[in-house]
């Protein structure tokens, strides 16, 4: 479901997404219809516009976290650098994307939201985090965190930050998903974050993702 105050956009998005096989936009809406079409139609991926008019996208993004089952949701915004995007994503959001993220692209970026992976444009998060103090960079005690995961855990956390879910992570590096599970809650628990987002946002601040390994990101 595609929710933006511009009707050009969700039109735009509808026809990227629909003309993909294995992908089908059931509904598109402002904000002020978002959550009660949301819940009539259950989409499995939400694209909320951060910043509309009457309603905007971090109140519906409240919302849409109170429901039994909420769907996997990712902030649009024109501004890679939005000063909303880092509420939104401690809110629940699971990445952002760029109205101008290039077509073939977006279908995947979709996939990947569906499969319970983050997106987080490289180059629009290092810009995010540049842009506010304090969040740059990592302080001692978030360094002392990372260093206490095992090499196991670090290589795992590496593959949240580029997006993959538990099923993909596993195929990668040769786990079952039950066990790359508890490597994910053990990430979490020693980083002292509450969700993926939070963990890919902190292994981009620690550098983790400079290495040439980790470059094959899928956005």
């Known amino acids: 479901m595609v929710v933006d105050d511009e009707a050009l956009v969700r039109s735009g998005f509808e026809l990227i997404l629909n003309a993909c096989d294995d992908l089908q936009v ?16 259950a989409p ?12 905007d996208g971090l109140s519906v993004l409240r ?13 649009l915004t024109t501004f890679d650098t939005d000063e909303y995007i880092l509420t939104a994503l401690r809110s629940g959001a699971a990445g952002f994307l760029l109205k ?13 939201l569906a499969a319970g992976g983050v997106v987080l444009s ?17 302080n001692d005690a978030e360094v002392a965190r990372v260093a206490q995961l095992s090499d196991r ?22 786990l079952s998903a039950g066990t790359v599970k ?32 980790s470059q094959d990101r899928p956005w």
């Open 122 to 138: 490289p180059k629009a998060s290092r810009a995010l985090l540049r842009s506010h103090p304090g969040t740059g960079a990592p």
């Open 182 to 213: 508890d490597h994910v809650s053990s990430i979490l628990t020693k980083l002292r974050v509450t969700g993926r987002v939070q963990a890919a946002l902190l292994a981009e601040r620690a550098g983790l993702l400079n290495d040439t390994a």
């Open 44 to 55: 499995d991926v939400v694209l909320l516009d951060i910043r509309m008019p009457d309603v």
């Open 100 to 112: 101008d993220t290039e077509p073939e692209q977006l279908a995947h970026l979709v996939r990947t």
């Open 153 to 174: 855990e670090r290589a795992v956390l590496i593959l949240i930050a580029q997006g993959l879910s538990n099923a993909d992570i596993g195929a990668r590096i040769h």
């Open 26 to 41: 059931v509904a598109t809406a402002d904000g002020t219809h978002a959550t009660e079409i949301i819940r009539q139609h």
């Open 63 to 75: 919302e849409i976290q109170t429901l039994p089952t909420p769907p996997h949701v990712a902030m």
